[in-house]
T-cell receptor, first 114, second 111 residues
Framework: DTGVSQDPRHKITKRGQNVTFRCDPI?????LYWYRQTLGQGPEFLTY????????KSRLLSDRFSAERPKGSFSTLEIQRTEQGDSAMYLC????????????FGEGSRLTVL | AQSVAQPEDQVNVAEGNPLTVKCTYS??????LFWYVQYPNRGLQFLLK??????LVKGSYGFEAEFNKSQTSFHLKKPSALVSDSALYFC?????????FGSGTKLNVKP
């Protein structure tokens, strides 16, 4: 257990529905990242926050994807109007101060869009 | 573009033999490089990192990695493989706080 928790662990939804994933990082970590991972591939960077500021979001896959970290603690990743191609594992990671620190990953939230 | 590459999709090794999982990088400036391991249906676990200094870095579970600037490589090594080392291994680079991951190498250690 790395101390990063994600909820839900699994989500099955129908195409066109909205889904939201939550990530609770390690409490003293100010950096928070979202990644997407499909089967057999490496994690694909989506976005990251430093405290409550979203410093990079250009990699979010489309305007259907959005992320928030309103108080610099937990974060949510929302996918609107889900498509079958959104089926993947969504990983959250947190890191401490400084660019050289490693990231700690949660167990991931697996999304299946029917 | 900043990237890391893992040229082997799969590495097979017998238990007790040394193992190497390869990684090359293309990161401008001073590269910060990492290795992670992923077991089925689990998140990624940090193994080790290179920031600066000694080119040979040691990490968790007996793993080590050698940074080679001239070859732009950061290969993961272990002197004696265990069956329990079988997993998916990812190399990653950090550039301006954005971590980029390789496509992964599946390590199979056979008894």
């Amino acid at each position: 257990d790395t101390g990063v928790s994600q909820d839900p662990r699994h989500k099955i939804t129908k195409r066109g529905q909205n889904v939201t994933f939550r990530c609770d990082p390690i409490s003293e970590h100010n950096r928070l990242y979202w990644y997407r991972q499909t089967l057999g591939q490496g994690p694909e960077f989506l976005t990251y926050f430093q405290n409550e500021a979203q410093l990079e979001k250009s990699r979010l896959l489309s305007d259907r994807f959005s992320a928030e970290r309103p108080k610099g603690s937990f974060s949510t990743l929302e996918i609107q109007r889900t498509e079958q191609g959104d089926s993947a594992m969504y990983l959250c990671a947190s890191g401490g101060q400084g660019a050289t620190g490693e990231l700690f990953f949660g167990e991931g939230s697996r999304l299946t869009v029917l | 573009a900043q990237s890391v590459a893992q040229p082997e999709d799969q590495v097979n090794v017998a238990e007790g033999n040394p193992l190497t999982v390869k990684c090359t990088y293309s990161v401008s400036g001073n590269p910060y490089l990492f290795w992670y391991v992923q077991y089925p249906n689990r998140g990624l676990q940090f193994l080790l990192k290179y920031i600066t200094g000694d080119n040979l870095v040691k990490g968790s579970y007996g793993f080590e990695a050698e940074f080679n600037k001239s070859q732009t490589s950061f290969h993961l090594k272990k002197p004696s493989a265990l069956v329990s080392d079988s997993a998916l291994y990812f190399c990653a680079g950090n550039n301006f706080n954005k971590f980029y991951f390789g496509s992964g190498t599946k390590l199979n250690v056979k008894p």
